[in-house]
């Protein structure tokens, strides 16, 4: 069990530029979320996925965001044409689906902090 | 919709205290809680996770609590140490076991 995993860790990028982000979730786990959190703030719900599919999105994933899981392993964060408002730390946590009280329980990776200037 | 709210805000505390951060949310129809900390600029460390049929949960000086019916969670800091300054996040699961946050206890323990 290696932990979820997030590539890059920082991403510094001009308004209108695209950028795509990277999770490895630890390998026996078939959910993956993804969150976003700004400054002061808790994090907030973008995503999830259930093996390969895309099971619920927030209101708050407008279209210029998409996500993929493709072969249910590691999934994939695209924002197009970022702006500003896109400065935020993303977060990646997988888990078990299944029977069980525990099996639901996230585990979070380190984060991509972007920055777009 | 499930609401989650942390109080106090933050919190300053001389080195050796002992302290509480609640933990409140509306909908008592959770299945776990969990405590986070958060380090400044970094990702999360899970603390604790209190599954749904549980009342507490402890790990060395922390000990969490949780009352479904009045829809609260206190997590108590034995004997804090300045390592322990850090954000302490509540989140609960909720629908499709997504997490729902609140907005965190800045803590600062002086030495």
Redesign the interface.
Known sequence: DTGVSQDPRHKITKRGQNVTFRCDPISEHN?L?W?RQTL??????LT?FQNEAQ??KSRLLSDRFSAERPKGSFSTLEIQRTEQGDSA?Y?C?S?R?GPG??S????????T?LTVT | KQE?TQIPAALSVPEGENLVLNCSFTDSAI??L?W?RQDP????T?LL?I???QREQTSGRLNASLDKSSGRSTLYIAASQPGDSATY?C?V?GN?????????TSLAVNP
């Open positions: 959910r979320y969150y002061g703030q808790g994090p907030e719900f999830y099971l619920e730390m977060l946590a888990s689906g009280a525990r639901y329980e996230q585990y979070f990776g380190p984060g902090r | 989650v299945y776990n969990q986070f600029g970094k990702g999360l899970s996770l599954q749904s049929s996040l989140a699961y499709n076991r997504k997490l729902i946050w609140g907005l965190g």
